[in-house]
Nanobody, 112 residues
Framework: QVQLVESGGGLVQPGGSLRLSCAAS????????MGWYRQAPGKERELVAQ???????NYADSVKGRFTISRLNARNTVYLQMNSLRPEDTAVYYC??????WGKGTLVTVSS
């Protein structure tokens, strides 16, 4: 059974940084596309960033130049480095694998 566990969320001031981690178990995910999504209160879940097994990345326009997705296949882990955070980045961030499995999410709050 594939499971995803996110960590690294928290409260940060505008302009600050956080690094989210997503650890996968039950699979060796080196060939799978992994993604980070987020859902803000009252809004639909949206794609933030994706990374393929070959390392190709894709970002939402709203985070380009500020967020970086990466993966370490040896640890079955995908990361999301978030810099220059803004209040509008506040959301629950979810990890996803292209098998239709989601993590439970980690809350990121950007506020002074």
């Amino acid at each position: 059974q594939v499971q995803l566990v996110e960590s690294g969320g928290g409260l940060v001031q505008p302009g600050g940084s956080l690094r989210l981690s997503c650890a996968a178990s039950g699979i060796r995910f080196s060939i799978n596309t992994m993604g980070w999504y987020r859902q803000a209160p009252g809004k639909e879940r949206e794609l933030v960033a994706q990374i393929t097994g070959g390392g190709t990345t894709n970002y939402a326009d709203s985070v380009k130049g500020r967020f970086t997705i990466s993966r370490l296949n040896a640890r079955n882990t995908v990361y999301l480095q978030m810099n220059s955070l803004r209040p509008e980045d506040t959301a629950v961030y979810y990890c996803n694998i292209d098998l239709g499995v989601w993590g439970k999410g980690t809350l990121v709050t950007v506020s002074s």
